[in-house]
Nanobody
Framework: QVELVESGGGLVQAGGSLRLSCVASGRDFNINIYATGWFRQAPGNERVFVGGINWNGNNFEYADSVKGRFIISRDNAKNTVYLQMNSLKPDDTAVYYC????????????????WGQGTQVTVYS
């Protein structure tokens, strides 16, 4: 069983930045074999892929809507994956979730077995 806990959400003015964290834990958990994805869900919308990072941090994918503004990184020694969000826009307002899976990054939420509880990000203009 793998547990993921997100933190770092909050209220921020447009143009500002936030950094989300996703800490993984679990019995016999080995972060070195998991890819991690970040997803978001705005009210009334489906959960969509934001970005992902593979297990060793040398491969990334980003949604077009966040390319050049969001950066994903990981610190395996801390079992933590980060989502640095810059130049935030009101359209970025959503609940953000991290999820992980064995193997490579994918953009499909159904491919991810483990999910956090989500953290709210609200961007006001």
């Amino acid at each position: 069983q793998v547990e993921l806990v997100e933190s770092g959400g909050g209220l921020v003015q447009a143009g500002g930045s936030l950094r989300l964290s996703c800490v993984a834990s679990g019995r016999d958990f080995n972060i070195n074999i998991y890819a991690t994805g970040w997803f978001r869900q705005a009210p009334g919308n489906e959960r969509v892929f934001v970005g992902g990072i593979n297990w060793n941090g040398n491969n990334f994918e980003y949604a077009d809507s966040v390319k050049g503004r969001f950066i994903i990184s990981r610190d395996n020694a801390k079992n933590t994956v980060y989502l640095q969000m810059n130049s935030l826009k009101p359209d970025d307002t959503a609940v953000y979730y991290c999820a992980n899976r064995l193997g490579i990054i994918t953009t499909e939420s159904q491919d991810y077995a483990n999910w956090g509880q989500g953290t709210q990000v609200t961007v006001y203009s």
